[in-house]
């Protein structure tokens, strides 16, 4: 740490800015677009049943938002978000971890919780809100959590987890137990205020969180030229004083390889570490949004070229990893488990009413009771619209 109000600290004796261009960071970036790797990259550092498992999970979450997308526009499911384009940031990266190392998500990291080991029929659970869902069936879809694979709960108000992951982070420390904590979250969020008091106080008191910015180019409508005028969000972690790296985030091997050495230096030094992964929403933000509106064709083709996904398989297959015949057979394998599951889902029964109001207040106070009689009337009057749904007006 440098002390500007040091006594000896250097002096310059003309009026020099340092330029607002002073800072570019390059891009850490192990395999080119056809999958080789880059000469200087050397022979990349990374297992082969690791790279094998990152590439399932991330077909897995490929074909799981593919035939959510289809669900909710068949009018299946009210709800949905992709993460379609940036599987390699979020499989990659929660690859690079222990599987005790806590997850404090965004929303568009399911990546991170299937190479966890999150079920189809656990995501289907969520996203039809059945009685087995772990949330209880309370919130809207996508907004995962597992207790058992320490993925913390997604909340929608942006940049909440940023300084709650470095108080965790914190008491990880103090724990001992050589764990630490991965913050998932775009750089529209980083805006927020939270994200610099997260920063801040993580570089002071020292928390071994792992800032994991998807910097994919928009913030739903807004892109990145509208949000900042700097050198993206890795420059904004050196200005607090927190060691930063910026990755090509659709390059599985580099985005791993950051991770797990951000992760070694987080618990070795018990320090923070910032992560900007280069990545590109190629989908829409959710299923309310149209993004023909804001940007074109030809920019979202362009963008087709760098899919994580293809470039991993190429990579796999030159090393003899990998054939057309196993990623086809682990397709339709994926295609058919989840279509199983939400089928399955759908039919079965939803929680019971009475559980909307319960786990806050040791007894249900009157205004929530009343509440809950007026949702179970409703329900009565439009039976249709609620199948599977118990609890009438008793
Ligand atoms: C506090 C708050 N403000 C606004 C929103 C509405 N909102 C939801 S997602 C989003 C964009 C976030 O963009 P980014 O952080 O880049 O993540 P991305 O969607 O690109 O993955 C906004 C503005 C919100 N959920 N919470
Ligand atoms: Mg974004």
Same mark, same amino acid.
């Given at each position: 740490m440098y002390d500007p109000s040091a006594l000896d600290a250097t002096r310059i004796h003309s009026p020099e800015f340092i330029t607002e261009s002073a800072l570019q960071i390059p891009i850490y970036a192990v395999l080119r677009e056809d999958g080789s790797p880059y000469p200087d990259a050397g022979d990349p550092d990374v297992a082969e049943e690791v790279v094998v498992a990152m590439h399932d999970a991330a077909v897995f979450t490929r074909l799981l938002d593919e035939r959510m997308l289809g669900a909710q526009r068949q009018g299946r499911l009210p709800f949905y978000l992709t993460c379609t384009g940036e599987e390699a940031a979020t499989v990659g990266s929660a690859a690079g971890l222990e599987a005790e190392d806590m997850i404090w998500p965004q929303y568009r990291e399911q990546g991170a919780l299937r190479y966890r080991g999150f079920t189809a029929e656990q995501f289907m659970h969520q996203l039809f809100a059945t009685d087995m869902d772990l949330g209880k !069936? /309370?919130?809207?879809?996508?907004h995962y959590g597992s207790r058992e694979l320490h993925y913390m709960t997604v909340s929608s108000p942006l940049a909440t987890q940023i300084p709650q992951a470095a108080g965790y982070a914190y008491g990880q420390k103090l724990d001992g137990a050589g764990r630490c904590s991965i913050c998932y979250f775009g750089e529209g969020a980083a805006s927020e205020g939270d994200f610099h008091a997260a920063l801040n106080m993580a570089a002071v008191i020292r928390c071994p969180a792992i800032f994991f910015? /998807? =910097? =994919? !180019?928009?913030a739903i409508s807004t892109p990145v030229s509208e949000q900042y005028a700097g050198d993206g969000v890795a420059a904004r972690g050196v200005g607090y004083g927190v060691r930063s790296i910026r990755v090509d985030g659709n390059d599985f091997l580099a985005v791993y390889l950051a991770t797990r050495e951000a992760r070694r230096q987080a618990v070795s030094e018990g320090v923070p570490v910032l992560i900007e992964a280069m990545t590109y929403r190629l989908g829409a933000h959710s299923t309310s949004d149209d993004p023909s509106g804001y940007r074109s064709r030809k920019e979202e083709e362009a963008w087709q070229r760098f899919d994580p996904i293809a470039r991993i398989r190429a990579y796999m297959e030159s090393r003899g990893w990998w054939d057309a015949e196993r990623d086809e057979a682990l397709r339709q394998r994926y295609r058919d488990e989840i279509l199983a599951a939400m089928k399955a889902a759908e039919k079965l029964p939803k929680p019971p009413l009475e559980r909307l109001v319960e786990d806050v207040y040791a007894a249900v106070p009157w205004h929530l009771a009343e509440q809950l009689e007026a949702v179970k009337r409703h329900v009565d009057a439009h039976p249709e619209a609620y199948p599977n749904t118990a609890g009438r007006a008793g």
């Open positions: !069936g /309370r919130q809207m879809p996508v910015c /998807r =910097n =994919n !180019g928009y």
